[in-house]
Nanobody
Framework: QVHLVESGGGLVQAGGSLRLSCVAS????????MGWFRQAPGKEREFVAA????????AYADSVKGRFTIARDNAENMVYLQMSSLKPEDTAIYYC????????????????????WGQGTQVTVSS
């Protein structure tokens, strides 16, 4: 079992930046692929970004490519999502997710591939 807690959300103007953080606790001696998802009101949860356990492989949704960057620090059990050039359509609750895996380069882009989820952090982008 691993417990995830997100932080760093808030209100920002369009064009601004935010950095989300996700800290893992519990069974952190295992290896986990990590991901960020988001869910806007009335919409399905959608993939944003993912990173392999090694950190060497990443994936991004087309809507955030070139604006968002995912990174991790395994020594600190942290995953980050640096968001820049934010748009009002980025407004959503952002969730961190973890998938236990023995594959160092595995990247998971579907919500069904993750067993562990955080409680989410609200990001609101004003126009």
């Amino acid at each position: 079992q691993v417990h995830l807690v997100e932080s760093g959300g808030g209100l920002v103007q369009a064009g601004g930046s935010l950095r989300l953080s996700c800290v893992a606790s519990g069974r952190t001696d295992s290896s986990y692929a990590m991901g960020w998802f988001r869910q806007a009101p009335g919409k399905e949860r959608e993939f944003v970004a993912a990173i392999s356990w090694s950190g060497g492989n990443t994936a991004y949704a087309d809507s955030v490519k070139g604006r968002f960057t995912i990174a991790r620090d395994n020594a600190e059990n942290m995953v980050y999502l640096q968001m820049s050039s934010l748009k009002p359509e980025d407004t959503a609750i952002y969730y961190c997710a973890a998938d236990q895996t023995y594959l160092r380069r595995k990247v998971v882009v579907t919500p069904g591939g993750y067993a562990y989820w955080g409680q989410g952090t609200q990001v609101t982008v004003s126009s």
